[in-house]
């Protein structure tokens, strides 16, 4: 499960600056990021909680 959400993560990683980091400028004027950048940091987010989670878990395994 660790390494599942290790790749999701490494996966979120490549897709965010393969394509929304491009234009990350011009999100400066808005109010608000965009609805790709916020789901990719919710993937980000979960898929790291996930990690931590799942590696303090191992010991009971």
Sequence with gaps: ???GLLVLA???VAVFHGG???SVNNWTDVAVPPLAARLGA???L???TGIIFAGR???YT
């Design 10 to 12: 490494g996966v979120n």
């Design 1 to 3: 499960m660790k390494f």
């Design 46 to 48: 979960t898929a790291w």
């Design 42 to 44: 919710a993937i980000s």
């Design 57 to 59: 878990l191992l010991a």
């Design 20 to 22: 929304m980091y491009r």
